[in-house]
């Protein structure tokens, strides 16, 4: 796939050029600002882009801003967030388009290559793909008015695995349960959450939403 990279830290940029070209990607641009980016995505329309949250020059949400300007830009452009620690807001502005194909790992995730690069192609996809250790903080900062109160401890663990992005497959091997099972405990998941009939994708990503904002 095509990709570009915006990440202001020389090194981190030149290691993920490496590691993406060595595994078959190509890397079309790698900046090291948020208007750069901008700029590369209108210009190379990539499969993926790879955005550092803090950029120059403030280092506090130059990259997020960048993420979704790019995304208003060229609608649905599959974005991939890196970031040191966990914002909570930065994933709820990235999701709230709908639209699906984004994500949100810490930086420490990139050295379980495995895990990144699955990562990286599950957005391309189109997939959400957020980092467990964010999910698990978000589990810690929930509000007393939870939409998700009427949700049992399964539907929950259900609901969390969704927001890691993984599918109604993955999810059963995970809990070692049938897929049938899994898609009943989704279909709860969402008549509780009150979404209506839909497109699939379009009420997992307002399912996660609710869950992030939790």
């Known amino acids: 796939m095509r990709v570009v990279i915006a990440d202001d ?5 030149e290691g993920l050029v490496r590691l993406l070209t060595e595994n078959g990607h190509d890397v079309v641009a790698a900046v090291g600002d948020g208007d750069s980016l ?15 949250v803090r950029m120059p020059p403030t280092h506090t949400d130059e990259g997020l801003r960048a993420a979704v300007t790019a995304r208003e830009r060229v609608p649905r452009t599959p974005i991939l967030v890196l970031s040191q620690y966990v914002e909570v807001s930065y994933a709820d ?3 709230a388009d709908r639209a699906g194909a984004v994500g949100y ?5 990139v050295a379980a290559i495995a895990e990144f690069l699955d990562a990286v192609s599950r957005v ?3 997939g959400t793909v957020l980092d467990p250790e964010v999910v698990s903080q978000l589990l810690v900062r929930r509000r007393r008015d939870d939409p998700l109160r009427e949700l049992t401890p399964r539907e929950r663990e ?7 992005g993984r599918s109604n497959t993955a999810i059963a091997r995970v ?7 899994v898609e009943k405990h989704v279909r709860n998941i969402f008549t509780k959450l009150q979404l209506p009939p839909d497109e699939e ?3 997992r990503v307002l399912a996660v939403l609710a869950y992030l904002r939790t």
């Open 9 to 13: 830290a020389v090194l981190l940029r």
């Open 38 to 52: 901008v700029e590369a995505v209108e210009e190379h329309r990539p499969d993926l882009s790879i955005v550092d």
């Open 93 to 95: 502005d990235l999701l």
């Open 105 to 109: 790992l810490l930086k420490d995730r």
């Open 124 to 126: 391309a996809a189109g």
């Open 158 to 164: 259900v609901l969390s695995l969704m927001a890691e």
């Open 175 to 181: 809990l070692v349960v049938s897929d049938g099972a």
């Open 201 to 203: 994708q379009h009420r």
